[in-house]
């Protein structure tokens, strides 16, 4: 069976690369929103800040949603109409702590889910309305999960947190 499928693989022919995005960068952290229109990564040069960019994939043009310094993680929700992603921002004159973000992105508004929580990472579920994340707490890293709801008027939020994961200390 397996010299069968592989003679099948073999008869297809390669699959031609394209670049998507070219320059003088490196991305990371790539993320397909679930309708294939759009396509989220974070971007960093030496020439400029790292950042959270958004390319409308029939259209090939890109924007710049938010800074972004560490983390590159991230994920669409299921309708595409969010993407979710970390951010470090100063709270304060000394202290830096990652947070949430999600940007709408039809209108690029940002919101902010989490102040000072130290979450990152984010993971979104493609069925449901879950995202997993990572939680840096003093002498660990916990794996956490909460539902990303909107009210109303369309705004997010998150619930609140689950731990699923703490290790000892």
């Keep these: 069976r397996a010299r069968q499928e592989l003679a099948e693989v073999r008869a297809s022919g390669e ?15 790539i993320a397909l929103s679930p309708d294939g229109k759009w396509m989220a990564y974070s971007r960093e040069a030496m020439d400029r800040r790292q ?3 958004l390319r409308n994939l029939a259209s090939g043009r890109e ?9 590159a993680s991230m994920g ?17 004159l000394y202290q830096f702590y990652s947070d949430l973000w999600v940007v ?10 989490s102040s000072g929580a ?8 493609l ?10 707490e003093p ?21 609140e947190k689950e731990v699923l994961f703490r290790p000892a200390m």
């Design 15 to 29: 699959t031609k690369l394209e670049p998507v995005t070219t320059g003088n960068y490196s991305t990371l952290g």
């Design 51 to 53: 950042g959270v960019y």
């Design 63 to 71: 924007q710049r949603v938010s800074d972004q310094l560490g983390g």
């Design 76 to 92: 669409f929700t299921p309708d595409s109409r969010g993407l979710v992603f970390s951010r470090v921002d100063r709270h304060g």
């Design 104 to 113: 709408d992105v039809e209108s690029s508004d940002l919101t902010r889910l």
């Design 118 to 125: 130290r979450y990152r990472d984010p993971s979104t579920a």
């Design 127 to 136: 069925q449901g309305d879950w995202v997993v994340y990572t939680v840096n």
């Design 139 to 159: 002498g660990r890293t916990s794996l956490a999960r909460s539902r990303l709801v909107r009210d109303e008027r369309g705004r997010y939020r998150l619930s």
